[in-house]
């Protein structure tokens, strides 16, 4: 039953690209925003704290305004371009839970993926100096690999419990679809 | 097995008129039941409500001794999935899947591993001459090869009740036959068949008929007699 599902998450993830990528790419941002604030929440102890503090609240400001704005409106758009389908899903026999649990496989999938190249790509820009970061991220290298990797799952399982939430909810909220005019072809 | 309907009617929130008028039906294991009546008649609602699709307004669906009044949602879904087999009137499928993807999609919640869906699919498309379009999208099919798709994807999971409307509209008397005959072997298996067509002239003979006009079942008898 599981491997079904299974299957089924995987076709939809490679079919529906779009929805697929926009869904990996907020992942992505959004954790690598967590990842930085999580890094930063870390280096409050260092001496220079006011410059630290600017930079911890830009980023949780910016956080909230992807997590109040952009994931509600990215999975609204989301559940309802997929209500039809959710429908006729239903008309066959699936269960409300089942076609629920459809969906969250899909998005933990997409936002798992997401999430961890989001993370990855910080690290690497971290470390290789490529873009520009605050001085005091400098001091990135005081951490231990151990805690470090803890910042970064923090951030990972962060961003996918956020958009799986989301998903469930608006997705449970929307399931109520117009059976008979399905039927009918009219909707 | 059987599915009784009992004194069922169908009023639509949106309507003041009843699409299905107080109606009682027995279908049983191993029958073939015609349910025939022009466009507007209420077979499509009909239909739906034996199949557990939609509830109705008023009366009572009986599968065996379990009313479906007295079940929640997650037990009918649950009977639907494991007994029903629904081919649509409507064009209903999931247009960024291909034809393959349709057929095995909404079966793939259905407690029969994922192989042996492959391979009673497979069969059927085979049999239903879709073999060489499985990796195709539906919109890229003629209006009968869609209905032979949504034929395939209601039997893969070998229903015990299949419920077919107006599922030969759109075919040449070829693909009907084929039809008709992968139905007559899955109600010899035992299976019961329940088409809803308004063409008189598809009716085999000893099947049920049931007569419908303005929601209501007008005259009952055996195919080639009415």
């Not at chain 1, 079919?15 to 929440?41: D, E, M």
């Not at chain 1, 280096?43 to 952009?70: C, E, K, M, P, Q």
């Not at chain 2, 507007?40 to 699709?53: D, E, M, P, R, V």
């Not at chain 2, 068949?193 to 000893?206: Q, R």
Request: net charge positive; aromatic share 10%; proline share 3%.
């Amino acid at each position: 039953m599981f491997g079904n599902i299974l299957w089924i998450s995987l076709v939809n993830i490679k079919r529906k690209k779009s929805y697929s990528i926009t869904y990996g790419a907020l992942a992505f941002f959004i954790s690598q925003t967590f990842f930085l604030v999580n890094i930063s929440r870390e280096l409050l102890r260092l001496s220079d704290v006011s410059a630290i503090n600017t930079f911890f609240y830009v980023t949780i400001f910016s956080i909230l305004i992807v997590s109040v704005l952009l994931i509600p409106m990215f999975t609204l758009l989301y559940v309802s371009m997929r209500e039809k389908e959710f429908g006729i899903l239903r008309i066959f026999g699936a269960k409300k839970s089942e076609v629920l649990f459809m969906a969250s496989v899909e998005i933990l999938i997409i936002s798992c993926i997401g999430a961890v190249a989001g993370v990855l790509c910080v690290i690497i820009l971290i470390y290789t100096n490529i873009i520009y970061l605050p001085y005091f991220l400098a001091h990135i290298q005081r951490f231990e690999l151990v805690r470090f990797t803890a910042l970064a799952g923090q951030a990972v399982s962060g961003v996918v419990c956020i958009e799986l939430a989301f998903t469930v909810f608006v997705t449970s909220l929307r399931m109520k679809r117009n059976i008979s005019g399905l039927l009918r072809g009219s909707v | 097995m059987s599915i009784k309907a009992i004194s069922i009617s169908k009023t639509y929130p949106t309507s003041p008129v009843q699409a299905v008028k107080p109606t009682s039906i027995d279908i049983n294991e191993g029958t073939y039941t015609f349910i025939c009546g022009p466009t507007g008649s209420g077979k499509t609602t009909l239909l739906a409500i034996l199949a557990g699709i939609l509830s109705p307004s008023a009366g009572e669906i009986v599968f065996d001794t379990i009313r479906f009044s007295e079940r929640d949602d997650k037990s009918v879904s649950q009977f639907r999935e494991q007994h029903i087999g629904y081919v649509p009137q409507a064009t209903l499928f999931i247009p960024e899947l291909t034809v393959w993807e349709n057929i095995l999609s909404p079966n793939s919640f259905f407690k029969m591993s994922i192989k042996k869906l492959k391979s009673s699919a497979l069969d059927l498309v085979e049999r239903l001459g879709l073999a060489d379009k499985i990796h195709m999208r539906p919109f890229e099919l003629s209006g009968g090869e869609i209905q032979k798709m949504m034929m395939a994807r209601a039997l893969v999971k070998k229903p015990t009740y299949i419920f077919a409307d107006e599922s030969c509209s759109e075919l040449d008397n070829n693909s009907a036959d084929v039809i008709f005959k992968i139905l007559d072997e899955r109600k010899k298996e035992g299976s019961a068949v329940i088409v809803a067509s308004h063409d008189h002239g598809t009716i085999p003979e000893n099947t049920d008929v049931y007569m419908m006009k303005d929601g209501k079942i007008t005259d009952y008898g055996k195919g080639g007699t009415l």
